[in-house]
Structures are given as C-alpha cells and as structure tokens.
C-alpha cells in the first residue's frame, strides 16, 4: 500500500498562484474573445484595435505561466496530482493563447468588413458566439474544480456547437456547399 506524501507549503503557495496566473489567463482572453465578436456585431472598429493591442499581454501571460510551470517542475519534481496539474495548466494556457490569437484574427477581419460597412449578416454568428463563450467558461471551470465528469460532458456538447458553426458558415453566399 502506498502513501501520499503531502505537497511541502512552498508547492502549495506555487501551485495557488499558478491557479491566480490561470485565472488572470483566462480573464483576459475571454474579454478578447468577447470584444472580437462584438466589435462586428455592433459595428466598431475601435473595439477591434483594443483586442489587437491586447494580444501582447495574453502572450506575455502565457509565457509567464508555462515558465513558472517549468520553474515549479524542476524545483519541486512533483508527482500525482500535483504534475497534472502544472502540465495541465501549461497545456490549458497554450491552447488559450491560441484562442486569444484567433480572436485578433476575428477583430482584424472585422475591421476590413467594417470598412466597407456594417455586415448584417454579422447577426447570425451570435448564436454560435453565445454557444461557444458558454463552452469557453464551462471548459475553465471543469479545470479549474478539476471536475472530470463535466470534462466529458463539454466534450460531448462539442459536437453541437460544431454542428451550428457548419450550419453557420454553409448558410453564407459565396461558400462552397459540402
């Protein structure tokens, strides 16, 4: 029978502040996420250079996440529960590094559609934006109270917020149909 030896009070406080870094992560992206879509549904450009301009703050915050990930690693070779949760939180941070970087691509689109006038047609992705900001905080919250069985069930509503995204981009002119 093996025993679980407690994480020392310096892996601990690590690990909490590793929690607040995630947190700060996810705060941030999703407001670009958010300013993306409403900067074309509303119609403002401005919005759109606001998310642009903070595209470097989310990478610095990734880049500071996965290097006290590292720094934790090496400083306190952590087993269990503790290691998943560092690579975890390093893995969680890249992929909302990647989502941020979509989102300044989303806004840098708008602008051009904005240029040109306000698309109409902008209205219909609010369902799927809506559908995906609700999945984004789901997914955040199954990591951050490591709750598996909710994991899996976001996994599963994946396939409808895919499914409207397709129903979605096909509906559009100028889109080959599959």
Known sequence: MSSVTP?????VEGLERLRQEMLRLFQLVSKQVEQSVQALLNGNADICDEVIQADELTDDCEKEITEFGFELLSTFRPGGRELRLIIGSMN???TLERLADHSVQVAKRS????????LIEANLIEPVYTLAMQEL???IAAFFDRNV????ELAKR???????????????PNYPQP
């Open 111 to 118: 602008r051009k559609i904005l240029r040109q006038g306000h």
């Open 137 to 139: 905080s789901s997914g």
């Open 7 to 11: 994480a020392s009070p310096e892996l």
């Open 158 to 172: 994946d396939r409808a917020l895919d499914k409207m995204h397709k129903q979605y981009y096909y509906a559009q």
């Open 92 to 94: 969680v941070a890249r």
């Open 149 to 152: 069985e909710m994991a899996q």
